[in-house]
């Protein structure tokens, strides 16, 4: 079991609503859910850094509404996640 806090800020509508759980986090596996239709994009990219900045995980999942993150194994310590939209349809 991991002792780990994840922190959000979130920038983008207000009636995206991502929630993190469990946060904080007790094991390998976020769960994140989120208003898709709130998104345009069909893709969101999720962007996890320790407080030095170090990436510690990058994936893409589609825009569905929910995804989860596996397999994370990170020390304790605080966390920050981001999240980008993109649609890979304008990437050619």
């Known amino acids: ?3 780990c806090i994840v922190s959000t800020q979130n920038e983008i509508a207000d009636n995206s609503r991502f929630v993190l759980s469990p ?3 007790s094991g390998n596996q976020i769960d ?3 208003q898709a239709d709130a998104i345009a994009e069909k893709t969101i ?5 320790d407080v030095l900045g170090k990436e510690m995980l990058r994936e893409t999942l589609p825009n569905t509404g929910n ?3 596996y397999s994370l194994n990170l020390p304790q ?3 920050f996640i ?3 939209f993109f649609d890979p349809s304008l990437w050619r």
């Open 23 to 25: 946060n904080p986090l």
């Open 1 to 3: 079991s991991v002792d």
């Open 32 to 34: 994140i859910s989120w």
């Open 67 to 69: 995804g989860s993150l």
């Open 82 to 84: 981001s999240f980008s």
């Open 77 to 79: 310590g605080t966390y």
């Open 45 to 49: 990219q999720v962007n996890l850094v």
